[in-house]
T-cell receptor
């Protein structure tokens, strides 16, 4: 079956540091890939997505590239801010049909300190 | 516009009681999903509705869990005879037809004593 593995946290960084959160997946087909973010006390929000190989999703300075050859979708940001402190979830959905449940990784908690 | 809303935001109940959790999806969204977020388990899929029918109930953990959706809109997740292991945040999400992006509600935090 489909699965997502992401690096375990917590990750603690100083402001303006470079961020990488690794995510790899296992899928039988060609899934779409997502990063969701959960800020303290808030619900899950879509951060970015990519629907096919070599696509790059980007938003709020975050980027992730869909790498089919390595089955990866690592999240990166060049300079983190305190406001980026949150839990980040990598997820996939089956590409066969438009509406399918998401399969999530376990989440990575990021803390950015000033 | 209005996002996905869920009620109650918090629920404390005693073991053995039944609870109902409500989800109001974004207007016009045909697909509706229930997930559970618990410590150590991450986010688990429970059930998915397309319109009023549930083509995928594979994530429901036991027959104490059931859900329905009426009018292609509001959905209710019912947990009968609650157990302490049911304590979690229950998340609802909706999406438009043929779109993979899901929009999440704020969740209902359930605590079973």
């Amino acid at each position: 079956g489909n699965s997502v593995t992401q690096m375990e946290g917590p990750v603690t960084l100083s402001e303006e540091a470079f961020l990488t959160i690794n995510c790899t997946y296992t899928a039988t087909g060609y899934p779409s890939l997502f990063w969701y973010v959960q800020y303290p006390g808030e619900g899950l929000q879509l951060l970015l997505k990519a629907t096919k190989a070599d696509d790059k999703g980007s938003n709020k300075g975050f980027e992730a590239t869909y790498r089919k050859e390595t089955t990866s979708f690592h999240l990166e940001k060049g300079s983190v801010q305190v406001s980026d402190s949150a839990v980040y979830f990598c997820a996939l959905s089956d590409e066969v049909s438009g509406n399918t449940p998401l399969v999530f990784g376990k989440g990575t908690r990021l803390s950015v300190i000033a | 516009g209005a996002g996905v809303s869920q009620s109650p935001s918090n629920k404390v109940t005693e073991k053995g009681k039944d609870v109902e959790l409500r989800c109001d999806p974004i207007s016009g969204h045909t697909a509706l999903y229930w997930y559970r977020q618990s410590l150590g388990q991450g986010l688990e899929f429970l059930i998915y509705f397309q319109g009023n029918s549930a083509p995928d109930k594979s994530g429901l953990p036991s027959d104490r869990f059931s859900a329905e959706r009426t009018g292609g809109s509001v959905s209710t997740l019912t947990i009968q005879r609650t157990q302490q292991e049911d304590s979690a945040v229950y998340l609802c999400a909706s999406s438009p037809d043929s779109e993979e992006t899901q929009y999440f509600g704020p969740g209902t935090r359930l605590l079973v004593l």
